[in-house]
């Protein structure tokens, strides 16, 4: 009971704290998106780290609020890869919608078999990811910051799914780049910041605050 009152009251917290970048236009939110403390805790990293180029796996809110932080403070962009075709459109249109088109871009990218994949799960179109990804770094600089809150883990026999990420893209980050996972909790969370850390050379650490993520850093 005390760590849900305290993980509750850490959310209450965030959410004052994200009021400034919630005055547009409705967002909606669901149980399945970034808690607010782990919002917060991306934005945090981007204000003191001056984070440039940040690259997304999974769409949504935490695109257009990371969208709207960037053009309140004048520099920086997103790219989201999506693997649903109608979210990824949802998005899209809702970034038009704010005038935050030049700032983020939402690319679907259909899941599809991919050589870092553990037991074939299926990870982005690995051809997409190289030609998208490629071009925001040539444009934007090396990924100073990468959000892992996709493609979908909870499945039976898709607790891996999101491990692909950091070997897939290790070659585009910048040294010292900061990476969150989301829904530690509710996939093989755990098995994927520990295989990171051994074959990638990143230093993860489980969120203390009940968020659900882990953050850590990418030595290069």
């Known amino acids: 009971m005390e760590a849900q009152f305290l993980r509750a009251f850490y959310d209450l917290a965030s959410w004052i704290r994200l009021s400034p970048l919630l005055n547009g236009p409705y967002l909606p939110f669901s149980a399945w998106g970034l808690r607010p403390g782990a919002l917060v805790r991306l934005l945090d990293d981007i204000a003191l780290n001056d984070r440039r180029a940040v690259v997304e796996c999974g769409s949504g809110t935490s695109t257009i609020v990371l969208a709207r932080y960037m053009a309140q403070r004048g520099h920086g962009n997103v790219l989201s890869l999506e693997h649903d075709e109608k979210w990824a459109s949802w998005v899209t249109d809702q970034l038009a919608r704010e005038g935050l088109a030049e700032v983020a871009r939402v690319v679907h990218a259909p899941l599809a078999e991919h050589p870092a994949a553990v037991k074939h799960v299926e990870w982005y179109t690995p051809r997409t990811v190289t030609d998208e990804v490629g071009a925001f770094t040539d444009k934007h600089g090396p990924v100073d ?25 290790k070659d585009f980050l ?13 996939s093989e969370g755990v098995e994927i910041t520990k295989r990171w850390e051994a074959e990638c050379g990143l230093v993860m650490e489980l969120d203390p605050h009940g968020t659900r993520t882990a953050f850590g850093t990418y030595g290069g």
């Open 145 to 169: 910051l990468l959000l892992v809150d996709g493609p979908p883990g909870w499945q039976q026999g898709r607790k891996m799914a999101r491990y692909p990420a950091v070997p897939a893209l």
């Open 174 to 186: 910048a040294p010292g780049a900061s990476v969150l996972l989301d829904d530690v909790n509710r």
